[in-house]
């Protein structure tokens, strides 16, 4: 290991390396590409710190003058990235190393002007190395190590291109050092893609699986959950702890309700900037905050000091999710807890959670304030401070205070002072307690109004109860039902309220837009408050059988047929007559309509003709039963199609006479056979069609196909 190495670890009180650690700095592995999976809170930054070592410096003791990077670390967040560049920065602070950030969310010209001053090592994150490549800003020419941290989760976030992209742009003979949590498929494909015959280092199955975190299932009432969180703060009263939460608007709630109750609290979620998210965790880190709130954007890679408790106020979503979260304590050898909040309906979530991960934890209740006001009485009694010898000034101001009070007295006015300067615990409900249903109270004594607006007008509660309010004087609490009617609205007031509203509203008794209000004697009758009643009748079969017959009780208003002029004088338009409907029968076959008689529709046929007759006169001399008739007219049949052939003969009857009459066939030809539709010899053709089935001549130059007709020219 490099001496100036050697001095920063004993210097940060490092006895003993991790396992992957350990492995990592291998004098075998020297010039090797390593693919390495450790669990959370391993070393892994100081691991990797450790393996680019000999490959940055050789056998040097210090860098040389910073120019192009030699080094690049890439990290899948921000605040991953600050800590990676923490690491780095005292582990190499004795080689004179300069480390540079590129993270997105700061600004980019100051990252630029340090690029251009020089730097040993940059460590950034995916997108915002893209885009110093792609400006020019980032040398990648003098690269001779690349490390990607969190693997998994760059390829999970999506930056699997921005990785391809740098791993491309680097020179081919780096080395490239993958470290990550798991290896899934997608890691291992891109490690053969872009790795060299990498050395796979495994460090999981070494130890179990967070040996220094003790896992516990939370048992709680479904609405105790938040006053869990409380006690649990109260009763392991850690220096620093972190609640997860897996939304953002949680994080806000929660933040909210623990500064209430008296607890140095910060938030950390996504939608912060990167200023205020810096600001948290370096208020935690400072001790100016004991308690963060943040959703999963924390649970990779952030190591906070003295990171006692891990609290699950919702449950993670998957495994991973959950060993990342614990992760946060329990590292580098202490010792930690981690929590998880159980409502009775998220039992069986809990447990299969617990057993994917195949984590053993203890299912316990939530402190109660009886314990945790017992606990206060331990703590005080064991404070260090008891030891410490009296000053001068501290040992007269004792005496004076003894001259004044008792003993007892003063004992208890200090424990009322310790406990006021943090938070009072909340008494629990059972775990299998079932939340009860609000019962909805009573409105008490009241009054009942009369408005002058209802359905009819549009009246509505959501402005009548504001209009009540702000021209009645009337506070929102002492109105109670608002019952639309179709042409009035009645309204509870309470009855201490019903002078002053009476006073607000006048002589006139108006609200508004002349809206009147009348005061009930007794309340209104709503007991059928429907927006359409139904009048009494019967129901079912009964009411069926009862219905009245259409146009039975008023006359016919749809609009008659218009009638000929040419029909008989004889005939009068027909008067719609009232017939009762029969009962219905349900066994009954279904009516059908009646025919019109045949002598009817004879008649109509006549009429029709002679109206033919009327419109189309025969020439001068001649019968509809001449050969010189209107041709496309086919009157000798009534009903027949236009263009039919005529069907009267030279000198016979007119075309007029009914069609029921049976005709003379007589002197008809005889029939020849049928034609055949396939027969293409008899169609009619058209000039420059070739008839169905003939063979198409063969042509040249740009004419039509077929046809006798001369081939057309392309004009030039």
Known sequence: MNPSLSEALAERGYDTLTPVQTAVSDP????????????????????FGLAMAPTLLGEATAFDAAGAPLALV???????????????????????????????????RDERRALERGAHIVVGTPGRLKD?????????GSLSAIILDEADEMLDLGFREDLEFMLGEAPENRRTLMFSATVPPMIAKLAA?????????????????????????????????????????RFHDAASAIVFANTRAAVNHLMARLSNRGFSVVALSGELTQSERTNALQAMRDGRARVCVATDVAARGIDLPNLNLVIHADLPTNTESLLHRSGRTGRAGRKGISAMIVPARATKKAERLLGWAKIKADWVEAPSADEIRALDEDRLLADPLWEEPLSDGEAAFAEKLLSHQSPEVIAAAYLRLYRAGRSAPEELLPPDTKPERKERQSFGPSTWFSLSVGRDDRAE?????????????????????????ASETFVEVSTPSVDGFLKALGTDAVLEDGIRVTQLDTPPNLSDNRKTPRKPGPSGDAAYK????RHSDKSDTRKPKATRSDAPAAEAPMTPVSTPVPAHDPDAAPARKPRKPKSEKRARDADA???????????????????????GK???????????????????????????????????????????????????????????????????????????????????
């Open 609 to 631: 003709g002679d109206k033919r007759s009327d419109k189309h006169p025969p020439a001068k001399g001649k019968s509809w039963g001449d050969a010189d008739r209107p041709r």
């Open 546 to 549: 009862a219905r009245k017959p």
């Open 461 to 485: 509660p959501r402005w009548i109860l504001p209009l009540l309010c702000r021209a009645g004087g009337l506070d929102k609490s002492a109105i109670g039902a608002i019952r639309t009617q």
């Open 74 to 108: 890439v990290a899948p967040t921000r605040e991953l990235a600050f800590q990676v560049m923490r690491e780095l920065r005292w582990l190499y602070a004795r080689t004179g190393a300069r480390v540079a950030s590129c993270v997105g969310g700061m600004d980019m």
């Open 634 to 716: 086919s009157f000798g049949k009534p009903g027949g199609k236009p263009g039919g052939k005529p069907s009267g003969k030279p000198g016979g009857k007119p075309a007029g006479k009914p069609a029921f009459k049976e005709r003379d066939r007589s002197d008809a030809k005889p029939k020849g056979p049928k034609s055949d539709a396939r027969d293409a010899s008899k169609r009619f053709v058209p000039p420059g069609k070739a008839k169905p089935g003939a063979r198409k001549p063969r042509h040249s130059g740009q004419g039509r196909p077929g046809g006798d007709q001369p081939p057309r020219r392309r004009k030039p």
């Open 28 to 47: 075998d592995l020297v010039g090797e590409d390593l693919l390495v999976s450790a669990q959370t809170g391993s070393g892994k930054t100081v691991g």
């Open 193 to 233: 893609q872009f790795q060299r015959n990498a050395k796979r280092i495994n460090t999981r199955g070494e130890a179990k699986q967070h040996a220094d975190i003790s896992y516990q299932a939370v048992r709680v009432a479904q609405q105790d959950q938040e006053n869990a969180i409380f006690n649990l703060l």
């Open 132 to 140: 110093h490549i792609m400006r020019g800003s980032l040398d990648m």
